[in-house]
């Protein structure tokens, strides 16, 4: 189901849903999404979805953990609350109207490019999705009724500038893995088939959630998520109610629960705005990168993913809290999330990747 947001005249979000696909086609069917502001605990995992979406470049965000503890929610949530984006009117790509026209097939064609506000596309990836599906093919109706050779996009045009979500992603097909990773490292996709060939731009923030008993991730796809929380189920009973209380209340009366959440929207809406404003200004400077060179070395990551997306991490924390200069608290916040799955298996140390990170940032920051 894709997210959709529906608007006052003004801009502001009114009351999120998603569309619901029904036969005959996709028509918007009211199914309010859960506030994120409202959201009852999984701080890590709030943390790690406002910095994918203050600093994109980040690489997206991985989630997971036991069953129903609001993975889908958060990310849902989250796509509901981002304001919305300019983009060139007609563009099945939801083109930037300041960017290049020449990396897009559509603009590229030299007409006006006028710029229209869309809601920040979030598009499902489901796990049985076709090849053609993911990456667009042949439109089979043109072709016949009008003897026109033309491209129908597919998931990952739909995606571009947005979010692509996929739930339970630990289980996605390997060759689906192979077609994301190729885009995920270059920002294009490529397709060759059926006497097409064609190149669109589909740069995306890669969100994917799913539980660990239930299988891994192929070590390739898993190095492409900038971020990695890992949640639980509450373990005391005041989370526990509270969590029960704010989803009963929802579904008995899901637009008094928006409004009752309103303002805490707005707020975290323009606190988004203006780290996205502020990021550019963030300074990073060579002690905080020794740091980080210094926590990755002490961890054994391979390469230097593991310091940029650190770096990146940290900066765009810092920016959320209003800093303008990233500190050792933001490299020591964000590390867990950076740097946790990125860390080879040690026969000899028993403890978890999480517990790894926390011992190695108490050492490194404490000398």
Known sequence: MDSVTARHRDGEPDIAFESASVSGGTTPVPAPVFPFSAIVGQDAMREALLIAAVDPLIGGVLVLGDRGTGK?????????????????AGCPYACDPEAPAAACPHCARGAPRRAETRAVPVV?????????????????ERALTRG?????????????????????????????VDLLLDVAASGINTVEREGLSLRHPAR??????????????????????????????????????????ARDA???????????????????????????????????PDAALEQAARLCLALGTDGLRGELTLMRA????????????????????????????????????????TARVARAVAEVFSA
């Open 72 to 88: 889908s929610t958060a990310i849902r949530a989250l796509a509901a609350l981002l304001p919305p984006m300019r983009a060139v």
């Open 124 to 140: 499902d990836l489901p796990l049985g999705a076709t090849e053609d599906r993911v990456v667009g093919a042949l439109d089979l």
């Open 148 to 176: 026109e050779r033309a491209f129908e996009p597919g998931l990952l045009a739909r995606a571009n500038r947005g979010f692509l979500y996929i739930d339970e992603v630990n289980l996605l097909e390997d060759h689906l």
């Open 204 to 245: 995306f923030v890669l969100v994917g959630s799913g539980n660990p008993e239930e299988g891994e991730l192929r070590p390739q796809l898993l190095d492409r998520f900038g971020l990695a929380c890992e949640v639980a189920t509450p373990a005391d009973i005041p989370t526990r109610v509270a969590v029960v209380r």
């Open 250 to 284: 929802f579904e008995r009366d899901p637009a008094g629960f928006h409004a009752a959440h309103a303002a805490a929207e707005r707020a975290t809406r323009e606190t988004i705005l203006a780290a996205r404003a502020r990021l550019g200004a963030v300074a990073v």
């Open 314 to 353: 940290a900066r765009a924390l810092a920016a959320l809290d209003g800093a303008g200069t990233v500190d050792d608290g933001h490299l020591a916040r964000v590390a867990p999330a950076a740097l946790r799955h990125r860390l080879r298996r040690n026969p000899l140390d028993e403890a978890g990747s």
